[in-house]
């Protein structure tokens, strides 16, 4: 889980569906926390897994690559040529 050190807050509003909002209330009400906590646990896991799938450059061309003999310091050096 991701670790905040505790900082100025920076309230945020958006909409979202009655029903939605009501299951969430109850979900998170269930587990002992309050929505703003349930929120900010639900934010935390969406960044970690992004975090989790995110593909360098290299690995994204060793899988279009696939089979080839070029080595990670071959598409390195492909990479620095393209940028």
Do not use: H, Q, W
Request: without cysteine; charged residues 35%; positive net charge.
């Amino acid at each position: 889980m991701v670790m905040y050190m505790k900082s100025p807050s920076t309230g945020i509003y958006f909409r979202v569906n009655k029903k939605l909002l009501e299951e969430f209330t109850r979900v998170a009400t269930s587990l002992g926390l309050s929505r703003s906590e349930a929120i900010r646990r639900a934010m935390e896991l969406f960044i970690e897994k992004y975090r989790r799938n995110e593909k360098t450059f290299t690995e994204e061309m060793r899988g279009i690559l696939k089979g080839s003999k070029l080595s990670s310091r071959d598409l390195e050096e492909m990479y620095m040529v393209i940028r």
